[in-house]
């Protein structure tokens, strides 16, 4: 059975870091490209980052980049999302996801697998 699991979300004042953390099982892990949505109340999940399966390429959202740095170890079969300088529009569930159809990595739609997501919260 396949399962994603994310781990590392919390309470951050604004300008604080949190890492998020996920699993997959090994014959995902290592064939997929992966990637981190978010969703907050009242609002459609959007992308945030992905990686390819090699940890070669990476992609991020706008809203993100330079603040968020998104990182795989095979070896540990660890999906990480480090957050820096956080602010408080970036609190919602954020959600790890793994094999992108065709390479769309930026759309939610096209993901196969998805964890359960985790609640990051920023206060001002």
């Known amino acids: 059975q396949v399962q994603v699991v994310e781990s590392g979300g919390g309470s951050v004042q604004a300008g604080g870091s949190l890492r998020l953390s996920c699993t997959a099982s090994g014959r995902i892990f290592i064939r997929y490209d992966m990637g981190w949505f978010r969703q907050a109340p009242g609002k459609e999940r959007e992308f945030v980052a992905a990686?390819?399966?090699?940890?070669?390429?990476?992609n991020y959202a706008d809203s993100v980049k330079g603040r968020f740095t998104i990182t795989r170890d095979s070896a540990k079969n660890i999906l990480t999302l480090q957050m820096n300088s956080l602010k408080p529009e970036d609190t919602a569930v954020y959600y790890c996801?793994?094999?992108?159809?065709?390479?769309?990595?930026?759309?939610?739609?096209?993901?196969?697998?998805w964890g359960q997501g985790t609640q990051v919260t920023v206060s001002s």
């Open positions: 996801a793994a094999d992108p159809r065709g390479g769309r990595w930026t759309q939610a739609n096209e993901y196969n697998y």
């Open positions: 990686i390819s399966w090699s940890g070669a390429m990476t």
